[in-house]
């Protein structure tokens, strides 16, 4: 099945989603990463009739459009909530669905309405306002960000969220420039990054701000903080059989969720459907290139 949204997001691996998670009619699933509902649509059609759906999205027209994908599923009980999916476990306990949940997907990092929209600056190929934000309630924008955070912790940002070599000229170029010119806008940062590094060193399989752009994103949103106890959190909420199944674009990703898989299974009651983790087949990446550094893990729960 492929699964492309009204948006134009392809859902990932959702194959291999489908799959992993023990899905039947009348089943209890939560989308911690809502989107644009591409997989919960397909979930819903296996869970209906009677089943239940909670999907979670801390941008707000993310969830709107999630919402109004999976309307048609009207015998599929849905709860939404636009917040981050380090609520799940709050938000399962207020409806006494602890121990009950059949299936947990996270589908981490952003889609790609997200990216593409001008006015969230997320992409360093359109010229917009330098905000980032997921949640635009909330938080601090991007040029915010770099207009005032210490030399050595962007240079720790870019280094860690980017895997950035060239992060500590970057740093620097970045705190020089802001003394006359305050970042503004998406080129203020392609300025900077191509001041950094030098056109022969650059990579040639990438655009050379990719890994500036990913850095500050993930930084601006702290996309990584505690992304592990929440998966963790998550997984608790399973009933037994229950999976979780996560979806990583980025090895910071998919460390956290390593980790917190590891944990749970020491603790005991839990354990993985796979040795290592599953990537997307050549035939997915060439027809979808964004899908190429995802990883799956999955974890069940025994008992
Ligand atoms: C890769 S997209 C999900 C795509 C979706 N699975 C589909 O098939 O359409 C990830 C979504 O998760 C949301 N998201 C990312 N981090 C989040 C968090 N901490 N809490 C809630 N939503 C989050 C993003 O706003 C984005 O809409």
């Known amino acids: 099945m492929r699964g492309k949204t009204v948006a134009e997001h392809v859902s990932v691996m959702l194959n291999e989603v489908l799959e992993a998670l023990p899905l039947q009619p009348g089943a209890i699933v939560v989308d911690g990463t809502l989107g644009l509902g591409g997989h919960s649509a397909a979930i819903c059609q296996k869970i209906a009739p009677g089943g239940q759906i909670l999907g979670f999205d801390w941008d707000s027209s993310m969830l709107e459009l999630g919402k109004a994908r999976l309307a048609g599923f009207e015998s599929v009980s849905q709860h939404f909530f636009n917040e981050d999916y380090r609520a799940i476990s709050l938000r399962v306990e207020e409806l006494n669905l602890r121990g009950k949940i059949n299936g947990i997907l996270m589908d981490l990092g952003l889609n790609n309405a997200q990216i593409e929209d001008s006015a969230r600056g997320i992409s360093f190929r359109t010229e917009g306002p330098l905000d980032m934000r997921m949640d635009r309630q909330s938080g601090e924008p991007a040029a915010a960000y770099l207009n005032r955070e210490s030399q050595a912790r962007l240079e720790k940002a870019i280094w860690e969220y980017g895997d950035e070599n060239w992060a500590k ?36 399989r990438i655009h050379f701000a990719t890994r500036t752009f990913q850095a500050i994103r993930i930084a601006v949103n702290h996309e990584l903080d505690d992304l592990e106890g929440a998966v963790r959190d998550a997984a608790r909420c399973l009933a037994i059989d229950g999976v979780i199944v996560t979806l990583s674009y980025h090895s910071g990703e998919d460390r956290a969720v390593k980790h917190a898989f590891r944990e749970l299974r020491q603790e005991g009651g839990f354990k993985e459907l796979f040795d290592k983790p599953q990537t997307p087949t050549q035939a997915e990446i060439n027809a979808n290139s964004k899908s190429r550094s995802a990883k799956m893990r999955a974890l069940r729960r025994t008992t």
């Open 169 to 204: 000229k970057i740093a620097q170029v970045i705190v020089q420039r802001r003394k006359d010119h305050p970042f503004r806008t998406t080129s203020d940062l392609v300025d900077a990054v191509a001041e950094a590094i030098p056109p022969a060193k650059r990579d040639k």
